[in-house]
């Protein structure tokens, strides 16, 4: 069972705040990435991490910002949320080791902008 | 053309039934496919791992490869209540082993 976990599991909040979303997994994986899914439709990654103060925007365009400044955890920042951000935002992790490439993800974080 | 194609359905079946996922890829360097399964507000978790060259069963749980047709297959035998989730297939994405593309995923609802 994969140990990666993300707070708060759902957010409402109003146009305009700062949120960060919590990412962390204690299975010690160099490779973290944020992805956004809509209610029905496929993943997009909108942010990846490689390793310790590495960190790629995604293939989807995203206002977020993320930060890797410990193995173990990767946050998602959003300096002004708007309605547009809602969404559902999965953390994942992916281990360096040769071979299985398997991504584990955390239960998610549903956030509503109002 | 996206590299990975999924029906998203959604499909409804009987309890018992024998259920049929699909996906269809571009690129044929894909050396392994993945099949999550993700439940209702849940995160995806990894169902089956296959290597392109074969076939894998898993209990109830069957993942094919057809290589020359660029298709991937996910049987479920008897289908149970359980399964009701959206299946998503997904491979390594555009010559990187550390990035995955995802189909859409096909919704599956096993009525009792």
């Known amino acids: 069972e994969a140990d990666i976990y993300q707070t708060p599991r759902y957010l409402v909040i109003g146009t305009g705040k700062k949120i960060t979303l919590e990412c962390s997994q204690t299975?010690?994986?160099?490779?973290m990435y944020w992805y956004q899914q809509d209610p029905g439709m496929e993943l997009h990654l909108i942010h990846y991490?490689?390793?310790?103060?590495?960190?790629e925007k995604g293939d989807l365009s995203s206002e977020s910002t993320v930060s890797r400044i410990r193995t173990e955890h990767f946050p998602l920042t959003l300096e002004s949320a708007r309605p547009s951000h809602t969404s559902q935002y999965l953390c994942a992790s992916q281990t360096s080791g040769r071979g299985k490439n398997i991504q584990y993800f955390g239960a998610g974080t549903r956030l509503s902008v109002l | 053309q996206k590299e990975v194609e999924q029906d998203p359905g959604p499909l409804s079946v009987p309890e018992g039934a024998i259920v049929s996922l699909n996906c269809t890829y571009s690129n044929s360097a894909f050396q392994y496919f993945m099949w999550y399964r993700q439940y209702s507000r849940k995160g995806p978790e990894l169902l089956m791992y296959t290597y392109s060259s074969g076939n894998k069963e898993d209990g109830r749980f069957t993942a094919q490869v057809d290589k020359s047709s660029k298709y991937i297959s996910l049987f479920i035998r008897d289908s149970q209540p359980s399964d009701s989730a959206t299946y998503l297939c997904?491979?390594?994405?555009?010559?990187?082993?550390?990035?995955?593309?995802f189909g859409k995923g096909t919704l599956l609802t096993v009525n009792p």
């Open positions: 991490s490689y390793g310790v103060n590495s960190t």
């Open positions: 299975m010690g994986h160099d490779k």
């Open positions: 997904a491979m390594p994405s555009g010559g990187s082993n550390y990035k995955l593309t």
